[in-house]
């Protein structure tokens, strides 16, 4: 793992999880010590580093002066007006910039929770990575969440004792990159781990009592191995029960994710095959408690979402909604979706919206024979 040799500057990661929107973002470490995973774009070409632990006690420093800063001018109702904003902007050092505006951010969300970034800050170093936790818990002692990625090999990796710790100093959420449950989707992909060390690992979490977020990625399996996707993962999830299961659908899809051809070929699932796909998953998750969340953008059906077993019924109504759709209604659907005339399922009962959806239909060139190609490239948009 090597150091950064650059100067101070803040940096933030390219990605973080949905529920992270409001999060104080800290980068421990660049990019992706793995960076193997066909089905990732994110940190191509890119080298993995770990910023100096200086650096970051410095990044949190920054925004203690900056929320105390923000806090005495905005007195007793803790009002923050754009003129208060222009005078404390005009003592802020062109290297402090970004971090400015992200502690501006976070103060009109609540500062109530920090993100570690980017794709597996927990590779850190034990003595490190608390001596972060501890500043953080000195500087915002009223934090209620402090949060990170993980992979699965990393987390085995840690001990007990220091997991422990590190929950103990307020990390109680951790993201992991399940993606799929099945050994054959896991090799073809290149994820660096067994079904097996997902199941151990999540487990772990949960005995240092650190929330788990599990992300599944819909679609990983193509075609020819979406139900052996869904069973196999929702088998892993049993075996788990984590907090949370965020689904994310896989982005821009091709051949290339399973390397290979003939019986590995790589076929793009469908819009409607991912919601059988996931119909089948909750269909076979037994005995878990999980919250089950669908707010990612690239996600076609946002609905899908609530706290099993309670919810089970309900998102497989959502699921079966759509799956019942007649072609043209299903294509407006996908359509008026990607493009954000719908926000739902019951929008295609509002006609002024459905003849949005038909007009860009239209527009654009898409019939029921091209519209599921058509919508990969919508994605990638978004991307």
Known sequence: ??????????????????AEAN???????????????????????????IRFVEHVIRDIDTAYKFVSLIKNQCGDDGRLTQAIINKIGKSVKPV???LFNAVLHWYSAGMKSVFFQDANS????????????????????????????????????????????????????????????????????????????????GQKIKKAGIELSECVLLGLGGKNLSKEHALETADTINQINPSIIRFLTLAAPTAEI??????????????????????????????????IESNNILNLLQEVEGTMPDAKESMIDVLNS???????????????????????????????????????????????????KIISKMIQNYM
């Open 96 to 98: 402090e910039y970004s």
């Open 122 to 201: 927990i590779i850190l170093k034990p003595a490190a990575l608390i001596k972060i936790l501890h500043h953080i818990n000195k500087c915002f002692p009223d934090v209620e969440r402090i949060t990170s990625f993980g992979r699965t090999q990393t987390i085995l990796n840690i001990s007990d004792k220091n997991l422990k710790a590190y929950a103990d100093l307020g990390l109680n959420r951790i993201h992991v990159g399940l993606e799929t449950g099945s050994d054959k989707i896991l090799k073809l992909v290149k994820k660096g781990c067994t079904k097996e060390m997902h199941i151990r690992a």
């Open 258 to 291: 399973f390397g290979g051809h003939g019986s590995d070929e790589y076929i793009p699932s469908t819009d409607l095959d991912i919601a059988e796909e996931i119909k089948l998953f909750i269909e076979s998750l037994n005995g878990v408690t999980t919250y």
């Open 1 to 18: 793992m090597k150091k950064e040799i650059f100067p101070y500057s803040f940096e933030q990661g390219p990605v973080r999880p949905p």
């Open 322 to 372: 759509f799956i019942s759709l007649s072609d043209d209604d299903r294509m407006l659907f996908q359509v008026g979706k990607r493009l954000r005339i719908f926000s739902g399922l019951s929008d295609l009962n509002d006609s002024s919206r459905i003849n949005g959806a038909y007009e860009a239909c239209i527009k654009y060139g898409i019939n029921k024979n091209n519209v599921d």
């Open 23 to 49: 999060s104080l973002l800290l980068l421990l470490t660049r990019n992706c010590p793995w960076n193997h995973c066909t089905f990732c774009p994110i940190y191509k070409d890119k080298k993995f580093s």
